[in-house]
Each structure stands twice: as C-alpha cells, then as structure tokens.
C-alpha cells in the first residue's frame, strides 16, 4: 500500500498555496492527515483568521469519517440532521461538513489520508484541495470513480 510521505504532504501544502496566491485567494490553511486522522503537515498563510485549524482539520476528518468529499457531508448534513447530529456527538464534534476536505487515494485507489483547505470559498478550497492532491501524484474520488466497487467512492448525484 501506498503511503503519504511528509515529502508529498509538504507537495500538497506547497502547490495549494502557490495557486491560491495566483487566483488571489484569501489567505489558506492547509492540513494533511493520515488514516485516523493523525497530521502530517499543516500550514497557515499570514493572514489567515483564528480558528482556521479547527476547520481544515475538521474538512480532513469529515472526509475521513463519511468516506467522501466533505462537501457531500454538507449535503447528507441537510438531507439528514438527525443522522448527522448523531456522528457530530459521536466524534465531539470534530466534523466539519463544509467542502475543501477531500480523501487523497493511492493509485489502486486506496485511501490513504486526507486534506483539508480553508480559507476561501467553499468551492475554491475543494478546486484548490483536489489540485493539490493531484499535483503530488495522488488521485481524488473523482479520478477513482470508475474503479468499480473495490474502491468506495461517493458522488453527489
């Protein structure tokens, strides 16, 4: 099994913030965490506003948690907040359903971490967050879609 690197935590961290400072994004925090959600790497730009890791950690750790972009955990959080309540208190809260999570999947699909970025718009820090991802070598849920049912992949329709 493929395993996430410092090296290619730092790579994911290093070309998120060079493309959000290109797309003149408010200032990022960027977490990368292994299974179980231990961290690898995190960097804050200057700038950025209190609390900004609680928040990439919580991106980080809801992709984790649900097994899909934390996006698609913002819409099982509307379709169902009781469900959601439930894994918030179960976890002490530490899921962020707010997209910019993302599962970093080896190249048999496999996933081995996650990153979450925060900072920006929603869809920004996911655009930013898959970007990254994939410029360290890594593939998203999006690339391992029609991997068949060996690899778990969650879509939002």
Do not use: W
């Amino acid at each position: 099994m493929t395993q996430l690197t410092l090296d290619a935590a730092n790579r994911i961290i290093a070309a998120i913030i060079a493309r959000g400072v290109e797309l003149q994004c408010r200032p990022l925090a960027v977490i990368v965490v292994e299974p179980g959600c231990v961290v690898k790497a995190f960097q804050k730009e200057d700038g950025c506003s209190m609390a900004r890791f609680e928040m990439a950690y919580g991106k980080a750790y809801a992709a984790l948690a649900l097994g899909r972009n934390s996006s698609l955990v913002r819409i099982r959080n509307e379709e169902k907040p009781a469900f959601m309540q439930y894994l918030f208190a179960a976890t002490d809260h530490k899921i962020f359903p707010e997209g910019g999570g993302m599962l970093i999947r080896s190249a048999s699909g496999d996933a081995i971490g996650a990153v979450g970025v925060t900072g920006d718009t929603e869809e920004q820090d996911e655009e930013l967050a898959a970007l990254g991802i994939r410029t360290a070598g890594f593939k998203t849920d999006e690339d391992c879609a029609g991997m068949g049912r060996k690899v778990n992949v969650r879509r939002t329709k």
